[in-house]
């Protein structure tokens, strides 16, 4: 109870700090990435030659102050031991795959059904499926919890029996490059393996879409492993940790449901073999855009190059890839990437954040005349791919 009032009252202390558009102070308790935050924070005060010259709430971009308020939450919980390792957003990410079963059978009903039949299928018919999976891991993705500022935000509907409704909300459609890079390395077998990476955003219902796509891409044989890539700390509500994959694995291997069930011992046993990675890093609760990866996370840089094809999910990976400026939305992806380009890569992402590049001219106007909210309401969504070089 001490530790508990103990971490009530730092979160209350950040409350209103940031209600009151007070300085960014440094991190204070340490952690394997303390120094590194405290060096970002520096760097953003070297931007500044104006007023005190100290970051604040209210003046600073809103990608660092972003990431920064969930790492303090972090800092609240790790200064409270024996606490330390509450994920104080457990519960919601958990009521979120509670209240998706439906749907989540669907999916698993769907895939297991195919999947026994996959080697009958033809090319038309494959890529026909990989296009399913993908928009079904597209929006899994209007499913977080932090544009719902934690408020549920499950999925009740079948989302198989939306997709043809769905599609003409997809602005960016570069699936075709995504079949043919997947599908020449399968024809050609030039390579004994074929790597996709997923860089994972959130748990819950958002995670068994990607999940159930990784299995298709083994099953298919596009793929012969899968990576995945998760937070070392409970990050913008719901992402997800490695507890969290855990858990819902887990769970969707006990769940009393046979096609249910049947996916999570199959998950369980990719990863026994190796075939499913996962890997952590804390570079991806860091506050720095990708083009700095390479600087400030060789390692990670160098794993990601071993790829064939990485996918980001999400909106915040998308903030991420493009440094969160204000581009025109018609600059290409690949300039706004600055450089960023382990492997060839694709961002899968509905759109919660006023941020968008690689549209045709005059699309972005266009939406912003017939619906001004276009950009952050998780309606619209994009399949945006930046090649091999
Ligand atoms: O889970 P996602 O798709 O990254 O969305 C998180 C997004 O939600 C917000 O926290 C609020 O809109 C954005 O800052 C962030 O980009
Ligand atoms: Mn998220």
């Known amino acids: 109870m001490e530790a508990e009032k103990k971490a009530i009252s730092l979160l209350s202390k950040l409350r209103n700090e940031l209600q009151t558009d007070k300085p960014i102070v440094p991190l204070v308790e340490k952690f394997v990435d303390t120094d590194v935050w405290n060096q970002y924070l520096e760097y953003q005060q070297s931007l500044l030659n104006e007023g005190d010259g100290k970051p604040r709430w209210f003046h600073s971009p809103w990608l660092f102050v972003e990431c920064y308020m969930y790492r303090r939450i972090h800092e609240a919980i790790i200064q ?17 795959f509670f209240e998706s079963q439906e749907s ?19 090319e038309n018919q494959l890529k026909n ?23 549920s935000s499950s999925q009740k509907m079948s989302i198989i029996n939306s997709l043809e409704d769905l599609k003409p909300f997809i602005l960016v459609n570069d699936f075709e490059h995504l079949w043919s890079l997947l599908s020449s390395c399968k ?16 748990a819950g219902f ?15 044989k596009l793929a012969t492993e899968v990576h995945f890539y998760g937070k070392t700390i409970p990050w913008f509500v719901s992402d997800t940790t490695v507890h969290d994959f855990n858990w819902l694995v887990r769970q969707v291997k006990h769940c009393n449901h046979k096609w249910m069930s049947r996916c999570g011992a199959d998950w369980e046993r990719y990863i026994e073999m190796g075939r499913w990675v996962y890997h952590d890093h804390v570079f991806w609760t860091l506050p720095h855009e990708y083009s700095a990866m390479s600087q400030v996370a060789p390692d990670l840089y160098a794993e990601l190059q071993k790829a064939h094809l990485i996918l980001f999910k999400g909106d915040l990976n998308y903030r991420k890839l493009t440094g969160d400026r204000k581009w025109e939305f018609t600059i290409p992806f690949h300039q706004a990437l600055n450089g960023f380009h382990p492997a060839p ?45």
């Open 80 to 96: 409270s031991p024996p606490i330390n390792d509450f994920d104080v957003f457990k519960e919601s990410k958990e009521q979120n």
């Open 104 to 122: 989540i059978i669907a999916l698993c009903t769907h895939l297991q059904e195919l999947v026994r039949t996959i080697d009958d299928l033809d």
């Open 129 to 151: 499926e990989f296009f399913k999976f993908l928009q079904i891991s597209l929006w899994g993705n209007k499913c977080d919890l932090s544009l719902s500022g934690g408020e």
């Open 187 to 202: 024809r050609t077998r030039e390579k004994a393996s074929v790597r996709v990476d997923i860089i994972l955003d959130n």
């Open 206 to 220: 958002e995670l068994v879409t990607d999940l159930v796509l990784a299995d298709f891409l083994l099953s298919s």
């Open 345 to 389: 890569l694709c961002s899968i992402r509905t759109l919660k954040a006023e941020i968008q590049v690689g549209l045709q001219p005059g699309q972005g106007e266009q939406l912003s005349a017939t619906d001004p909210h276009w950009l952050t309401t998780g309606k619209y969504g994009v399949f945006q791919f930046d090649g091999p070089l």
